[in-house]
């Protein structure tokens, strides 16, 4: 192992098809929890190509400092350099840690999904980042971002004032507990093989040594 003081844990897989046999503690519950299609289903929509032989699982908070700053910086090289090109594909789950703004700022995300432009509301949420819990996240702070991505206002109104996805978010964030996810941002990173576990900010040369790995 590298010395870049142990910024990514790697966890070696048994190859069952489809299955990550294990994850911090090896059981049955873990083998029954990490198999590919609950790591990547339930989350945002599939930012690259479906079929991109590695994923990257970003568990994040739109309040979050260092998951800001994972989004102003490292992001864009990657998505350049093994999105773009069909390298890798990138999830996003929410793990809101920041309290009800958090939340809501999420669900407000899902609600842009509804009109295919996941991807645009959840880029101007980071685009306009405030700061953690500095109130900067607010109805209509939210609907202003909806206004500068074009959405249709009285759909996106009716689905966040509905609660539509407050569930959903509340699942995925019990969910990320249930695996080990503790702070934000953190990063699971696949394939059929083998999964590695980056936890904060980190350089971007802990994702390309990452990817080499797999």
């Given amino acids: 192992m590298t010395k870049f003081y142990l910024l990514a844990i790697p966890v070696i897989i048994g190859i069952v098809t489809g299955v990550f046999l294990a994850f911090y503690p090896e059981s049955e519950t873990d083998s029954n929890l990490l198999t590919t299609t609950k790591l990547i289903s339930g989350g945002s929509p599939i930012l690259g190509n479906s079929n991109a032989p590695i994923t990257i699982l970003e568990w994040g908070d739109y309040q979050c400092t260092f998951c800001y700053k994972f989004h102003q910086s490292t992001l864009d090289i990657i998505n350049e350099d093994f999105i773009k090109t069909g390298k890798v594909k990138l999830v996003f789950k929410d ?17 842009a999904q509804d009109q295919e432009k996941y991807w645009q509301y959840h880029d101007e949420l980071y685009k306009n980042w405030g700061g953690e819990r500095t109130g900067w996240i607010t109805r209509n702070s939210l609907e202003k971002f909806a206004n500068t991505v074009n959405l249709n206002l009285d759909e996106f109104n009716k689905c966040l ?6 569930q959903k978010v509340t699942t995925l964030h019990e969910f990320g507990k249930e695996i080990g ?7 699971l990173v696949f394939n059929d093989e083998k999964i590695i576990k980056i936890r904060g900010n980190q350089p971007l040369e802990v994702f390309l040594k990452t990817f080499d790995e797999m």
């Fill in 95 to 111: 793990f809101p840690l920041n309290g009800p703004d958090s939340f809501l700022a999420a669900q407000a995300a899902y609600c």
């Fill in 181 to 187: 996810i503790d702070a934000t941002p953190s990063f």
């Fill in 161 to 166: 004032d509905g609660k539509k996805y407050e």
